[in-house]
């Protein structure tokens, strides 16, 4: 918008803005500025500073008293004394000064510069006003789903928050109903961790559980594992229930690996300390049947069947550094890991020796 009481001046500055693709609107004094601003809404003010009735600087601070215009760029026009015409407007709440007679150049680089930092700030606002109504939104769906969460919030203790997210959404069925479906299982436990609890004080027990609890349970969260139970530095994970995912057995063999490389790094640091520990690991696939187990007022999620056991089994077979898995799960991810046989075990609980492999990386 061009404010200027002389009809020349505004024809002036208004066609050179024109030619330059601007669309503008012009008012004769300070009172009609005032309205223009409030009906047309312009991007910027071009204001002269001696008109009669009301001066730019009264237009200036009028347009800066308004909350809804308070940011609108104002550029004051003046053929006075620069420097001391620079404070009074500064006073006044202008953002920049031309000096008649009008450098074309100059005019067109003072608009640029200030549309661009008023365009930054409608967007700001414009993202604030967004924001805004995503916490409405937000607000409304937290007071909807409260009692949900109240009665779900518990399988948070066992699921990463994406699955438990889905199953407080309904994406899934109640996991704690019984139901049966096949799951690969991961059992892994510290090798000479009783020893070395029985013989280092408690504070550093807990400090090495506190550790090897943190990195292993990143990894469950970041494969999509389920956490079934752990008990001191024994852990039981299992893949594609409460919703299943794909490739369960390759998500828990990359786990399982992943596993392996975090406690060896662990163990540099426990070496140091004097703890000798190390790290083993047992894997199966098969049905299981699942659901809540327990009594009423203290229920856990769990999972019966021979695959737990199996991987179980396992897992104490297996040496320092070994991920063992059973003949049926190399037969789903052979073409994903090379692994070395260890020969046939014989494991508590099963009347027939086991077939079992050891996992010695991902194949290229």
Known sequence: MVVDDTPRNVKLLADVLTVKGYAVVTAASGAEALKQVEAEKPDL??????????????????????????????????????????????????????????????LLARVRSLLRIKELYDTVQAQAAQLSDWNKTLER????????????SRLKRFFSPQLAEMIVAGGAEDPLKTHRREVTVVFLDLRGFTAFAETAEPEEVMGVLREYHTEMG???????????RFTGDGMMIFFND??????????????????????????VKWRKLGYDLDFGVGIAQGYATIGAIGFEGRLDYGAIGTVTNLASRLCGEAKPGQILISQRLLGTVENVVEVEPVGELTLKGFHRPVSAHNILRLKR
């Open 141 to 152: 769906r937290v007071e909807e789903q409260v009692g949900q969460l109240e009665h779900l």
């Open 218 to 228: 990143k990894l469950i969260l970041a494969h999509e594992g389920t956490l079934e």
């Open 242 to 267: 409460p919703v299943p995912v794909s490739n369960p057995a390759e998500r828990a063999i990359r786990m399982a690996l992943a596993m392996r490389e975090s406690v060896a790094e662990l163990k």
């Open 45 to 106: 003010v071009l204001l002269d500073v001696v008109m009669p009735e009301m001066s730019g600087y009264e237009v200036c601070r009028r347009i800066r008293e308004n909350p809804a215009t308070g940011i609108l760029p104002v550029v004051m026009v003046t053929a006075l004394d620069p420097t001391e015409e620079r404070i009074k407007g500064l006073d006044a709440g202008a953002d920049d000064f031309l000096t008649k007679p009008i450098n074309q150049p100059e």
